[in-house]
């Protein structure tokens, strides 16, 4: 297993193309699985589900289609994104339990911050609960998204992977829909009122791993 991180912003289009190259790669036994962790100067990227009018403001930064499952999303500075590039196919070629081990990672992750990040039914992503807000029209609790999730396997390989809001500039997800959900907001670790560095967050992500993917390489 390689980890790496690379410091400034990565274009979006050279990371997909590092991505397919390493897939490839590692489908063919020529490489070891690796987890690239990085960050992306503003945009937005549509998933294969992604619905036009979810993009409300096109103008406001580059917009990439992507080939990654799941709708429309935001990156940007102060967001840990995580790509994933682990060998599907020698882990039991399950990809329901794979998307639950990203899942479990993350909510691994955010607990050693003491955030209680928990996945909904019907709803992509991690979620937090927000005791500081007012309750919804329903009388049920505030709800905000931290992290989101959006995967692509070519020959049991996986790519693209996960997002965590660690400092990014929230208002910039009003540009888009997040993933097709309206009425619920995004938060972040520093939203939530922790002083938390990505350096913090990366070293989360590294103490996680291995207790979640117990067949890692």
């Known amino acids: 297993m390689e ?16 991505m397919e190259d390493r ?12 987890i ?6 503003p945009l937005y990227t549509a998933g294969t589900s992604a619905k036009i009018e979810d993009l409300t403001d096109p103008d406001r930064f580059e917009v990439h289609v992507s080939k990654r499952g799941g709708q429309y999303t935001y990156h940007g500075p ?10 599907v196919g020698e882990r039991g070629r399950d990809v329901r339990k794979f998307v639950q081990q990203l899942e479990e990672w993350v909510i691994s992750a955010l ?21 500081d807000k007012p309750l919804t029209v329903s009388g049920a609790k505030a709800e905000d998204k931290i992290a989101a999730i959006g995967i692509r396997l070519r020959k049991w390989v996986s790519f693209h992977g996960i997002s965590i809001n660690v400092e990014p ?10 993933c097709g959900i309206a009425e619920y ?6 939203d939530l009122g922790l002083p938390v560095t990505m350096d913090d967050v990366d070293l989360a992500l590294k103490r996680t791993f291995e207790k979640i993917f117990t067949n890692a390489s």
């Open 36 to 41: 690239w962790l990085v960050e992306h100067p």
């Open 111 to 131: 607990a050693e911050f003491n955030v209680r990040g928990e996945i909904r039914e019907g709803r992509v992503g991690v979620w937090v609960e927000r005791d």
């Open 169 to 178: 500039d929230l208002e910039h997800f009003s540009g888009i829909v997040p």
């Open 78 to 87: 102060g967001q840990r994104v995580v790509y994933v590039m682990l060998n």
């Open 3 to 18: 980890w790496i991180t690379s410091d400034g912003l990565v274009g979006y289009q050279a990371a997909v193309e590092f």
């Open 23 to 34: 897939a490839a790669q590692i489908a063919a036994g020529t490489a070891d699985e690796c």
């Open 185 to 190: 907001g995004v938060t972040s670790l520093v």
